[in-house]
């Protein structure tokens, strides 16, 4: 898919969720995210609902995967991060990856994809596009997903993670069930 589609496609999808919202007195209710991988005749999208301990994608060495990451709260989002091996996984920076207003930073050797919400001026979701290249055979690593809410006014935030176990090598890309 081209980035011109992935581009459409994610601004149609913050016109329909990144709307601004009232954070409520309490939110008891978890955010939720979701994390799209196409590519090499793959085609899935994982949500904070999958067993990620049950789960490994396994994906094809020097082979271009896109991707849609996502995450939403009705009581407004506080931040959402994307953490994944930088020495294994290279992503396009054309466009640059990622897009404000995403921040990015390089700790050790992992890479982190930051968005930080503002509490004057919530908003329900926000979404990051990108293609990315796995590197390296025969190498096991993951990409970890966490998105936070405000909390209500309380200031008690609800987190939702999740870890999704990487495979790269010279084989087709698949989804392994334990």
């Given at each position: 898919m081209t980035y011109f589609?992935?581009?459409?496609?994610?601004?149609?999808?913050?016109?329909?969720?990144?709307?601004?919202?009232?954070?409520?007195?309490?939110?008891?209710?978890?955010?939720?995210?979701?994390?799209?991988v196409?590519?090499?005749?793959?085609?899935?999208?994982?949500?904070?609902?999958?067993?990620?301990?049950n789960l490994q994608l396994n994906l094809r060495e020097d082979v271009d995967y896109d991707m849609i990451f996502s995450s939403a709260d009705l009581g407004g989002v506080q931040s959402t991060l994307l953490r994944y091996d930088a020495n294994y996984i290279e992503y396009d920076n054309d466009p640059p990856f990622p897009a404000a207003p995403w921040t990015q930073e390089l700790s050790g050797l992992s890479f982190f994809a930051d968005w930080v919400g503002d509490q004057s001026a919530p908003?329900?979701?926000?979404?990051?596009?990108?293609?990315?290249?796995?590197?390296?055979?025969?190498?096991?690593?993951?990409?970890?997903?966490?998105?936070?809410?405000?909390?209500?006014?309380a200031n008690m935030p609800n987190t939702t993670s999740g870890q999704l176990n990487i495979f790269i090598g010279d084989f087709d890309t698949e989804l392994i069930s334990f």
């Open positions: 589609k992935f581009s459409t496609l994610a601004l149609l999808f913050l016109t329909l969720t990144a709307c601004d919202t009232d954070i409520p007195e309490v939110d008891n209710d978890p955010p939720t995210f979701s994390f799209k196409t590519g090499d005749g793959f085609d899935r999208t994982f949500t904070q609902d999958d067993d990620f301990s908003l329900t979701g926000n979404i990051l596009v990108g293609t990315f290249r796995p590197n390296g055979e025969n190498i096991s690593t993951t990409f970890f997903f966490s998105v936070r809410d405000f909390g209500g006014e």
